[in-house]
């Protein structure tokens, strides 16, 4: 008899159709039904073992995202339901049952150490008017998406590393067992292992960085940790970047990012320029310097943007560097303090809305 099994959010995309069941004579742990939910290697017995996950009505499906160009000595739990996790240390053990239990498997791990991963819960609907609508889906796997971008982008912050997640998104079923795959249909896509030099593992004092800054992050607003995250996206895509020019472009969009939330797109680069030198200039000098530095930047997207890096020399490598340490020093600033009522503060008042605020510019 047909059975429609349906999980919400995400799974329900993956199970739009009736799955028969039938006896095969296989049986595969949860790990190698989420390789057949990527890889369809088989679907009888997949579904056998869903309907007896399905008895339980909640699972975890956990998402791996590979990081290129960082290493750890060690898993490390990052708060908020992230970890870095080793691949010798999880990966490579399930890989070896997935093979015993003859499930295909395709590696999509290779040249690097790390992945960071999330587990996030979900529940079986059954029978199928209960299943959420594709609204509610999109709508799940954007805010998941958002995390990933901010969490690589705030493990970038914490590392001098070149950082990258992949593009591809994994995912496995669990309580019994964890089996990291490749894959996904395509559904965000591949972007190719760029990595500039071997990875460096974090130490101590790294981590604990990127722990302060996983904390400060979700202590924003939800508004603000969305354009966060997505400012965060373009910053980290731009390491993947094929060519200089395109990467200063990406770091520069993300720096807009940043800088404009919340205000109309109108004289763009002075608006930047002016709130940057508010951010982080201390004295009137400083405020200047940094002033003219965001307006240099800015001015450099602006020529790529239009002439597609034709005239990309020397000079705009030296500005592609001074955009990605002013983006950096920027994104702390506003995971520290939150975003301040600027209109308050051109009028002289305490616009910052963070509890904690700081300091006053002098002068």
């Known amino acids: 008899m047909a059975r429609v099994l349906q999980a919400t959010p995400k799974l329900a995309e993956l199970f739009d159709m009736p799955l028969r069941t039938a006896s095969t004579g296989v049986t595969l742990n949860p790990g190698a039904c989420a390789q057949w939910l990527l890889e369809s290697a088989s679907m009888e017995a997949a579904v056998q073992q869903l309907e007896v996950l399905a008895l ?3 699972i975890t499906v956990r998402h791996y995202w590979p990081i290129y160009g960082m290493a750890v000595t060690s898993d490390a739990d990052l708060g908020h339901g992230f970890r870095i996790l080793r691949i010798d240390t999880e990966f490579l053990h399930e890989r070896a049952k997935l093979r015993d239990a003859g499930v295909p498997w395709r590696d999509r791990f290779p040249g690097h150490s790390t992945v960071l991963a ?5 529940t079986f609907h059954l029978p199928v008017s209960n ?11 954007s805010e998941i998406e958002l995390a990933r971008q ?11 590393s070149l950082v990258w997640a992949g593009g591809n998104w994994t995912a496995c079923l669990k309580p019994d067992a964890t089996s990291p795959n490749g894959g996904g249909f395509g559904l965000i896509g591949h972007i190719p292992f760029q990595a500039a030099e071997f990875p460096k593992p974090l130490d101590e004092d790294q981590l604990a960085d990127a722990r302060k800054l996983f904390d400060q992050y979700h202590q924003l607003p939800l508004r603000s940790r969305r354009v966060f995250a997505r400012s965060m996206g373009a910053f980290t895509r731009a390491l993947g970047a094929l060519d200089s020019y395109e990467d200063t472009l990406l770091v520069v969009v993300a720096l807009e990012a940043l800088l404009m939330e919340g205000e109309p797109l109108e004289s763009i680069s002075r608006t930047m320029a002016l709130r940057g030198a508010w951010l982080l200039g201390k004295d009137p000098g400083e405020r200047a310097q940094i002033f003219s530095q965001i307006k240099q930047v800015y001015k450099v997207r602006s020529d ?17 560097y001074e955009a990605r340490h002013l983006y950096k020093r920027v994104a702390r600033k506003v995971l520290e303090y939150g975003y301040p009522d600027w209109d308050a503060l051109v009028l002289g008042g305490a616009g910052w809305k963070h509890a904690e605020s700081p300091p006053a ?3």
């Open 304 to 320: 790529l943007a239009h002439a597609a890096g034709v005239a990309w020399n020397a000079d705009g490598e030296r500005q592609g």
């Open 150 to 160: 901010a969490s690589v982008g705030l493990l970038l912050l914490a590392s001098d």
């Open 118 to 122: 999330k587990d996030v819960e979900l």
């Open 131 to 141: 299943r959420p609508t594709r609204e509610e889906a999109n709508k799940f796997w």
């Open 361 to 363: 510019p002098a002068g």
């Open 56 to 58: 339980e009505r909640r």
